[in-house]
């Protein structure tokens, strides 16, 4: 079970990592983000990326080098380069990894994202 502060700190995190990966996927000039793709990323795009995402690439933790707890670290990427292409998502590495498209991610072991997810992430 996840402590109270664990629990807080994640919460943070990913309020950042949502506004971030917001912006990115956006726009890549600084337009406002609107209240209401705010709310479906919170609603939908944020509980994939904590469910499936999250554990090995944020709160710390960034294996292959990708922190997606930040938009730089996003756009950034790691050793496989860029996590996130804005606005072209079909050309970002995180978009192909999670459709098994070459190194799967999540990798062996942990559930795969379905294809319903995945839509809502593109």
Known sequence: MISMMSQHNILKRLTILASTLVIGLSSSNAQQISPADQEYFEAKIRPILVDYCYDCHGDGATKGSLDLSSKAGALAG???GP??????????IMIKRIKDLGDPMPPAGKDAVPDALIAELE
């Open 78 to 80: 790691g050793s496989s």
């Open 83 to 92: 996590a996130v292409v804005p606005n072209d998502p079909g050309k970002s």
